[in-house]
């Protein structure tokens, strides 16, 4: 057999054949290896393995990207990876694994010290530990990958650590064993076996002191984190440890390092992160060494915070102070054999003392701070390998380090990953240099200024030290220079203050392909980015996409963002320097090409989503599904609509916003529904497509129509009307006409709506257009309905419902039914209506419309007040409120207050139902809805009735009943004059109709 490739997992996972270093590509395809290789020829499920990469919730593309890192992983072991029933093996004679290399060497060792030879036995652990070269699997767990396969390797090494330092012991080696005993207490300090043994050769050496010390030490931590005694082999120590200890001789004085750069006198904000700081760092010594990492974007203020919470800890490290900047984002990193020397000249070395070896250094530094109180800054490192030689051992000291990004693998550290400033601070920090009067005459600029510095910290301290370098300025001023992007980061530059040459430090370390995503990535407008459209942008499989973007989520350059972390977010001012390197090295017609795939793919999954929302489908599944999508990605798909419009690309504009538009009815997004649809109706115009520019008149109209400004609605249906008479389209004038029907419904035109609709019918139904007719259907209803054509609008409120049922319309069907239990409440059938309502809510609850929900309740509380059960009539018209409110529909409240007035009214609590009627009657004469109107007065008559107050009572009924009259609203004209005639009133009125 030839040479086999060598699996590395004691560590970062990692191969080499013939001492040659192997890729091997992404995180997860590492962890696929690595769970393989944990299982020499036998075989592991598919299922197994998606669990293993995907802990939480595999994506959709799981098994796809499985097979792509298997295909890889078979062209580094050719022959060795095979799958059969479902399962992956590999092959046991194909590769060689460190784990098995350090296992071979323990049980030798194991061997050799059960026969007595313990020289050997030393010897043989001491090969057997080289194999590992940081925790096991380090690179992975730090992504939440293989963490128990981890624990089980790490369980393994600290057993055969535990018997090394059992061999050495037994061969009176206990002075050489303190200070890597100390460590070990340090780095594990619930290791029971560590303790044990660090007291054994304490007492040994004839240190009593320390021993009983340390005894103790292990009492409190096993008691404060377990809850737990010592155990038997650790208290059968505690009678050695009673007699007096010797005296302690002096110390030889030491020097005392204060290394600290100077604080910065205006430090700002970011209290709770110091004061957690202080405290965990300040506390005194515990069994380890405390480590707190500090990770973060260019300029957010790391050093500042690392340096600042380290003069607040001097008083605790009375030993010194040690600090170095390790420029780990520049070309000249600096090696920590380098800085271990500098820190051990400062504590008291030589040069001729000085170790050559990196290794001796480290002993040395460690040696020297194991029985210390010193604090050692350790600023902007690279990774986790140029930190750990350079942390101390002792439990007496702590470390604080800073790396733009997080530093997972530094065991037991307790991390922050520091954000930008919150405006309040961020206007603060402006203030300290520029001026606290300037800022106060000015807060709207201020803000306006650390907001365009995107609150970084250290953009907004070049900002204020511009402005305190020229006093003639304005704040607005210098707020109108930032505002223009082009050159914002120009006057972000002060002398040796400049936030483009931070991010260039990070930028310079980035492979091609990351530039370039990092690139195309400024092109687009949107807040974030999903990971399948950065997919889309960057032309990849959506697996190298991830791992791409995940080179620049490393590189603080972008941010993992959403509820899920699958989203990507760059910061403001990393963008507009994104733009200026795109410029420069992207060619226009690629970048037009990516902004060409990411609309289609906009498009299309927009389209998917949109038809999923109607038929059959809306109330399944994957109607489910897709209301869940554009909840999720409204906010973009907005935002990509508005860069549409801006960059010309007009059918992507109407499309987007016509796939936009169930939903955002479903949920009252007027705000959104109005700005997308008049961007799409222009861009229809500059087109010159009069199709699309009808239809998106008519979907405007019903926007207009939804929020009950009846007059705009009609505006737009009017255009919608004109537009398809010029094309003729019989279709389009149809869809118009069941909308002006619509219209003159909520202007009180009763008999004008069933003009229109009856109109649109047959047009409808000659082009075989279902759907609109079903609606004009249920429009007619609700119009005869009005008129207190009661027979006629049950008989055309059923066909509607049919209609709706027979196009698999759930959300059309319950919205017919709605109107259906509205009639039947009119006719009294009180049961029937009842039901309906009951119904129309489960149904509207299970497609997620929040508006439907809150409109069946409306129905429900009134059916309620007339079978008399006013107490659970309140409750109803409560939840009504809060659906609508949740909607923000300021006319649906007022709804559902005029109905919690009547309830009240029925319950004889009547200061609170003419509080609930004022309130809703307000809001129905601001919008001008004059139906709505009558019935409030309706409502008021009734209750000012109850008061005994006929004349106010016949003041509101009187102009109900002239509203009621011009609407030709024979019921609730009939209810009107009933209640005049026992207001005193004659009860006549204007005619109906």
Request: proline share 5%.
């Amino acid at each position: 057999m030839g040479v086999r490739i060598l699996v590395r997992i004691l560590g970062p996972v990692e191969a080499e054949l013939a001492g040659e270093p192997v890729p091997l590509g992404p995180p997860k395809q590492r962890a696929v290896l690595a769970v393989l290789a944990l299982r020499p020829g036998r075989p592991t499920a598919v299922a197994d393995l998606v669990d293993a990469l995907w802990p939480a919730a595999p994506p959709r593309s799981a098994l796809k990207n499985l097979q792509l890192y298997v295909h890889q992983l078979r062209k580094l072991l050719p022959g060795g990876l095979s799958f059969g029933t479902g399962a992956y093996r590999l092959d046991a004679g194909a590769y060689r694994l460190d784990a098995d290399e350090f296992d071979a060497r323990v049980t030798v060792a194991r061997r050799l010290a059960a026969g007595g030879d313990l020289a050997a036995a030393r010897d043989a652990y001491h090969d057997a530990l080289l194999w590992w070269r940081g925790p096991a699997l380090a690179d992975l767990v730090g992504r939440g990958l293989l963490c128990g396969e981890a624990a089980a390797l790490d369980q393994g090494r600290l057993r055969a650590i535990g018997e090394s330092v059992e061999t050495v012991l037994r061969l009176g080696g206990h002075e050489d064993l303190l200070p890597r005993l100390a460590r070990l207490v340090a780095d594990h300090p619930l290791h029971e076996r560590f303790r044990e043994q660090q007291v054994r050769a304490l007492q040994a050496a004839g240190r009593h002191a320390e021993a009983v010390a340390a005894y103790r030490d292990a009492e409190r931590v096993l008691a404060d984190d377990l809850g737990v005694p010592p155990g038997p082999a650790l208290r059968a120590l505690a009678p050695g440890l009673r007699r007096p200890a010797a005296a302690t001789p002096a110390r030889v004085s030491r020097p005392v390092p204060a290394e600290l750069p100077a604080d910065v006198p205006d430090f700002t904000g970011r209290h709770e992160q110091v004061a957690d700081a202080v405290a965990f760092l300040g506390r005194p010594p515990a069994a380890a060494m405390r480590i707190w990492a500090l990770s973060g974007t260019a300029g957010v203020g790391k050093s500042c915070l690392a340096v600042h919470v380290a003069h607040r800890l001097r008083p605790h490290f009375p030993d010194g102070q040690l600090h170095v900047g390790l420029h780990g984002q520049g070309a000249h990193r600096v090696d920590p054999a380098d800085v271990l020397a500098r820190f051990l000249r400062a504590l008291g070395m030589t040069d001729q003392q000085l170790p050559v070896e990196l290794d001796e250094r480290i002993r040395c530094y460690r040696s020297r701070l194991a029985d210390r109180r010193v604090l050692v800054v350790l600023d902007d490192a690279a990774d986790e390998q140029q930190v750990r030689p350079l942390l101390p051992g002792g439990p007496g000291c702590a470390a604080v380090v800073t790396s733009r990004m997080p530093l997972a693998g530094l065991a037991g550290a307790r991390t922050l990953h520091l954000d930008v400033l919150d405006r309040e601070q961020a206007v603060e920090l402006l203030a300290a240099a520029a001026g606290p009067a300037r800022v106060a005459a000015e807060p709207a600029a201020a803000g306006a200024i650390v907001e365009l510095c995107g609150r970084l910290p250290l953009a907004v301290r070049v900002a204020s030290a511009r402005l305190a370098t020229r006093g003639h300025w304005s704040l607005n001023r210098f707020a109108d220079r930032l505002a223009d992007g082009r050159r914002r980061l120009d006057e972000l530059r002060v002398g040796d203050l400049d936030v483009r040459a931070s991010f260039q430090l990070s930028y310079d370390s980035l492979e091609p392909a990351a530039r370039r995503a990092f690139h195309l990535l400024a092109l687009l407008d949107q807040p974030t980015v999903p990971g399948w459209l950065a997919a889309a942008l960057l032309d990849a499989d959506p697996t190298d996409a991830e791992d791409t973007l995940d080179q620049l989520v490393d590189a603080q350059l972008l941010q993992l963002t959403g509820a899920d972390q699958d989203r990507y977010h760059t910061h403001d001012l990393l963008r507009v320097y994104a733009a200026e390197q795109a410029a420069v090295a992207e060619q226009a017609g690629d970048r037009a090409a990516a902004l060409d795939r990411v609309f289609a793919a906009w498009v299309a999954a927009a389209e998917r989503s949109a038809a999923a929302l109607t038929g059959a489908a809306g109330a399944g599944r994957f109607g489910a599904e897709a209301r869940r999508w554009f909840a999720r990605e409204q906010t973009d798909v907005v935002a990509a609509l508005g860069q549409a419009h801006r960059t010309g690309r007009w059918e992507v504009t109407w499309r987007l916003a016509r796939a936009l538009t169930m939903f955002l009815a479903e949920r009252s997004q007027w705000s959104a529904w109005q700005v997308t649809h008049e961007l799409a109706q222009d861009a229809a115009y500059r087109a010159g497509n009069a199709d699309v520019a009808a239809d998106l008149a008519e979907r405007l109209g019903d926007l207009y129509r939804d929020r009950g400004r009846f007059d705009r609605a009609e505006t737009y249906f009017r255009r919608s009307l004109e537009l398809a008479e010029t094309i003729g389209s019989p279709v389009r004038r149809a869809y118009a006409l069941r909308g002006l029907g619509d219209a003159r419904w909520g202007h009180g035109d009763a008999e004008g709506a069933v003009g229109r609709y009856v109109e649109a019918l047959p047009l409808f139904e000659a082009a075989g257009e279902h759907q609109g007719s079903s609606h004009a259907l249920r429009g007619l209803s609700v119009a005869y309905r009005g008129l207190g054509r009661l027979d006629e609008a049950l008989d055309v409120a059923r066909r509607s419902v049919g209609a709706f049922r027979a196009l698999g319309d759930r959300s059309g069907e319950t919205y017919a039914r709605r109107t259906l239990g509205g009639i039947h409440l009119d006719l009294g059938h009180l049961d029937e209506a009842e039901e309906c309502f009951l119904h129309c809510h489960a149904d509207f609850a299970r497609l997620g419309d929040r508006l439907g929900m809150a409109a069946a309740l409306l129905g429900l509380g009134m059916t309620q007040v007339d079978q008399g059960r006013h107490d659970e009539a309140r409750e109803t018209y409560h939840r009504c409120r809060e659906t609508f409110a949740e909607v923000a529909d300021p006319l649906g409240e007022a709804y559902a207050r005029r109905g919690l007035g009547d309830a009240l009214t029925g319950s004889g609590r009547l200061d609170e139902a003419q509080a609930e009627l004022a309130a809703a009657l307000a809001v129905f004469v601001a919008h001008a809805d004059l139906r709505w109107e009558a019935y409030a007065r309706t409502s008021l008559g009734a209750l000012f009735l109850a008061r005994g107050e006929p004349a106010t009572a016949r003041e509101h009924l009187d102009r109900a009943l002239a509203i009621f009259g011009r609407m030709g609203a024979r019921l609730w004209s009939a209810r009107a004059r009933e209640l005049l005639a026992r207001a005193g009133g004659d009860g006549a009125g204007p005619p109906p109709g």
